[in-house]
């Protein structure tokens, strides 16, 4: 399923680079680019002028040590994450700099609806975990001179960029929550992964990556969304029918009011680059598969967060790992929205979170570990 995502094309499929209205500052904004340069990856090939998207928070100070990074999740940009900044909140621009910066291949920075030929499209490079990781240090590090990072955090994918920032990166990371995400993909989160990327694939639209209409693939789009649906909460939202204080009348209406509706304007083949990150996630391949070593390499002070009715990222699973982290705790923050509860939909859900991450601030550290 994920061996490669590049395809052959025959002379008979075009060469495009698709116009896609949702990626744009309009919506998405304000952002910047920053310029990667010829990029070489780690799974081979390389992005020529590679871009990563971004947004920024508060002032950085004269002695570059009050800066938080704040990656995102699968389908998400900078955006997303703009909810947990405020004054008064744990991300306060007030107090620190707050970098949100964007995945590879999340609509904005470089991404395969946006590259030209002929590396666009179903053409664009695999991309990996550390390769975002590996850019985001850039602009942190060359492009900022920070050398430090207070805090770490993301959710999702971006829990899976916490921890690559964490074990690739120790002495540069004070702090680290990852949230609703693990340090590498286990075998039901790989089959689900796998699902979603099928969902999109399966429909004839999808023309082996090469549609000429960004929102050709809506039929795939639809049944991405409706897996998202049966993994991401649980059983018992179901049978509350919580989606209700939303103020959908239906589950059909929630499914399609919320869930379609947030799918349908995005680009497959961006998502598919992102799902292919997803489930090559391993913080282990930097100590030969041996994932205790790697944990054990993190200096953060951490959080590890799941939500505890999410499917995606089990409790359990996040649980294992975090005994792994030294100086590490574990604090699930409850929820029948499962993996969606870092949406925000209930304020109750976002102080939750908010008090975490202010606790986690609040911790002080000591540069020396033994």
């Known amino acids: 399923m994920f061996a490669q995502q590049t395809c052959a094309r025959s002379r008979k499929e075009p060469i495009l680079t698709i116009e896609n209205k949702f990626y ?8 910047e680019l920053f310029s990667v340069g010829d990029f070489e990856l780690e799974m081979g090939g390389k992005l020529r002028d590679c871009k990563i998207a971004y947004n920024t928070f508060g002032t950085l100070n004269a ?3 009050n800066a938080i990074l704040f990656p995102h999740m699968y389908t998400g940009t900078h955006k997303h994450m703009e909810p947990y900044v405020g004054e008064g909140m744990a991300l306060d621009p007030t107090n620190y700099f707050i970098i949100l910066p964007g995945q590879i291949g999340n609509g904005l920075s470089s991404s395969p609806h946006n590259t030209p030929a002929p590396f666009n499209m179903a053409a664009f490079p695999n991309v990996t975990i550390g390769d975002d990781v590996r850019a985001q240090h850039k602009l942190v590090k060359e492009h900022f001179g920070i050398d430090a990072l207070q805090l770490v955090v993301g959710w999702s994918m971006g829990a899976q960029q916490t921890y690559e920032w964490a074990v690739r990166y120790p ?3 004070k702090r680290a929550a990852p949230i609703a995400g693990t340090a590498k993909g286990y075998p039901h989160n790989l089959l689900f992964n796998e699902n979603l990327a099928a969902a999109m694939k399966m429909d004839p639209a999808w023309n082996n990556g090469w549609y000429t209409d960004p929102h050709a693939v809506h039929v795939g789009l639809r049944r991405q969304a409706r897996i998202m649906a049966l993994h991401a909460t649980c059983p018992e939202f179901y049978y509350q029918e919580a989606w209700r204080r939303a103020g959908f009348s239906s589950l059909e209406d929630f499914l399609v009011g919320l869930l379609e509706g947030y799918f349908l304007p995005m680009d497959p083949n961006d998502l598919l680059c992102q799902l292919w990150k997803w489930h090559h996630a391993d913080v282990s391949r930097h100590t030969n598969g041996d994932l205790t070593q790697a944990l054990a390499r993190i200096k953060a002070k951490t959080f590890v967060m799941p939500f505890q009715e999410d499917m995606f990222f089990p409790v359990n ?6 005994k792994l982290i030294p100086n590490s705790e574990f604090r699930p923050i409850p929820s029948l929205w499962g993996h969606f509860t870092m949406f925000g939909i209930f304020e109750e859900d976002k102080k939750a979170i908010d008090n975490v991450l202010k606790e986690l601030l609040a911790v002080p550290i000591n540069v020396a570990r033994s």
């Open 317 to 322: 699973d996040c649980e294992r790992e975090q």
């Open 63 to 65: 002695a570059k040590d």
């Open 24 to 31: 744009s500052q309009e919506v998405h904004g304000p952002y």
């Open 171 to 173: 002495d540069m990371v």
